[in-house]
């Protein structure tokens, strides 16, 4: 293909499920498009395209199995895909940018410890959520993430008792996934709220999960805050704390020895604390100022609208998908891929469309039963959280039990345990980050 002008510059400021769910959808609909692609090899060079991937890490990292990761490090070990694994990603038009990102403006990208400004014609903001490490995990190299994994693991198997603090999901299923593995452990699971996992979801669904985490012997502490503490704080991450600021996955939530003091005056004592608490949002990175009409930070992420673009005229070219964005009241991985396909699919457009007129494609819901938005309850603009109805949620606790809150209601207990997970998607996540056939990930 001929050069025509200058190539047309598209960056991806975040390499997980959402971002490389639109890159994977840019490579479709700009590089792959010679009628002969059939997705057994890499599509033909396009010297008119020029799309980068920023991350901080050098590959993928596989949220949904992180507690189980942290708690067995066979299976934690194989949670990081590194990008060099993916021959699709390694086309000509593609460049992987290993940086942490320090700003984002309407026309540049700025990074930390350099002076470069990376200029774009397109952006697709796909920079998720931030949680503490180790379930933020603050590895930025596949070498540095085992070694993490290496670490935690000792670490759990030199505690006799492990306390959790925070009971939203991720709380829940480490608790599940440690008392599973360690059955001879004392693990209990503080949380402020008389009933864990807040979020748009049933209390029926609330009141099952507290059923297994019984029935699997984690002791809970609900309705009562950690209000003081003593503990040795194990901090892995230091070398990285410079930039801890803007990223707070690089903080690490790990004690020991602690002796933790609830709001009734009870007095926890912990070889091991894995504090789970809420995730952060990453709007201080984020320079958009936007019209006076339009207000583009919500408490759940970047307005969006139902193409993925940033809520605000000026805006059409910056795409924002997954956490990071507005998209829905609980974040779920497969939204983002999709939504990332979304914007991927949009940019496709608006660039093939040459400035005409384009009818731009709206984020898919899921398939399924009833297709709707199953269980992604979209915020509309000026929507609050409470105006949602309830989402769907699989919690897998432990590699036995499982419990599902879908669109009729919590699933009977014997049914959703039969629908657990072992691999917790694993197998479909690594097929899905393919192209067509293009090379397996296996190593
Ligand atoms: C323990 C756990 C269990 C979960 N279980 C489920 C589940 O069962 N089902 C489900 O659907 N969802 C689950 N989720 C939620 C799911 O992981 C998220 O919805 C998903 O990760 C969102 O994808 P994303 O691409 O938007 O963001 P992320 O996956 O968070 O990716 C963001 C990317 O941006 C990069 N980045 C961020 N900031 C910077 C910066 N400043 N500079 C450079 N790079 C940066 C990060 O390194 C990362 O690669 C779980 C999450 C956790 C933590």
């Not at 759990?156 to 925070?166: F, T």
């Not at 939204?335 to 699919?345: F, L, P, Y």
Request: a neutral charge; hydrophobic letters at 35%; glycine letters at 10%.
């Amino acid at each position: 293909m001929p050069l025509v002008g200058n190539p047309i510059r598209i960056a991806v400021a975040g390499g997980n499920y959402g971002g490389l769910g639109a890159v994977k959808s840019l490579y479709l609909n700009l590089l792959a498009t010679n009628p002969d692609y059939d997705g057994t090899k890499q599509a033909p060079p396009n010297p008119n395209i020029n799309i980068t991937l920023i991350d901080r890490r050098d590959g993928f990292v596989h949220y949904l199995g992180m507690t189980r990761g942290i708690s067995n490090p066979e299976y934690g070990r194989q949670l990081w895909i590194p990008y060099a694994d993916m021959p699709w990603l390694q086309h000509p038009s593609i460049a992987i940018k290993k940086n942490i990102i320090s700003r984002i403006t309407p026309k540049h990208i700025e990074f930390a410890d350099s002076n470069e400004k990376m200029e774009f014609d397109y952006l697709v903001l796909a920079m998720g959520l931030s949680r503490n490490a180790p379930i933020g995990v603050s590895a930025s190299t596949e070498h540095e993430y085992l070694d993490s994994i290496h670490r935690y693991h000792t670490l759990i198997q030199d505690a006799k008792s492990i306390a959790i603090v925070g009971g939203g999901a991720v709380g829940t299923e480490m608790a599940a996934d440690l008392k599973s593995d360690y059955p001879e452990k004392d693990i209990v699971l503080i949380h402020s709220r008389k009933l864990p996992v807040q979020g748009p979801f049933m209390d029926e669904f609330r009141h099952e999960v507290v059923n297994v985490l019984h029935k699997l012997g984690v002791k809970t502490i609900f309705g009562e805050r950690v209000i003081d503490e003593s503990a040795v704080k194990e901090d892995f991450s230091l070398a990285n704390s410079k930039h801890s600021a803007i990223l707070p996955e690089l903080i690490d939530s790990v004690k020991r020895k602690a002796t933790l003091i609830t709001s009734s005056g009870s007095k926890v004592q912990a070889d091991l604390v894995f504090k789970c608490l809420g995730a952060k949002n990453k709007s201080p990175l984020i320079d958009l100022p936007s019209s006076n009409e339009h207000v583009l930070f919500s408490s759940h992420g970047i307005r969006v609208n139902s193409c993925m673009q940033v809520d605000d005229p000026k805006y059409q070219h910056i795409f924002a998908v997954g956490d990071i964005s507005n998209l829905a009241v609980a974040k779920y991985a497969g939204a983002a891929v999709r939504s990332g396909g979304t914007a991927g699919e949009n940019i496709a457009k608006l660039i093939n469309s040459k400035g005409a007129p384009v009818d731009l494609s709206q984020m898919k819901s899921r398939g399924g039963k009833n297709k709707g938005d199953k269980g992604e309850n979209k915020i509309g603009p000026g929507a609050t959280a409470g105006s949602a109805g309830y989402s769907h949620m699989k919690l897998e606790l432990g590699e036995h039990y499982c419990v599902i809150q879908s669109d009729d209601g919590v699933v009977p207990p014997e049914v959703a345990s039969s629908m657990s997970s072992p691999d917790i998607k694993l197998s479909k996540v690594k097929r899905n980050l393919a192209v067509g056939r293009y090379l397996p990930l296996e190593r």
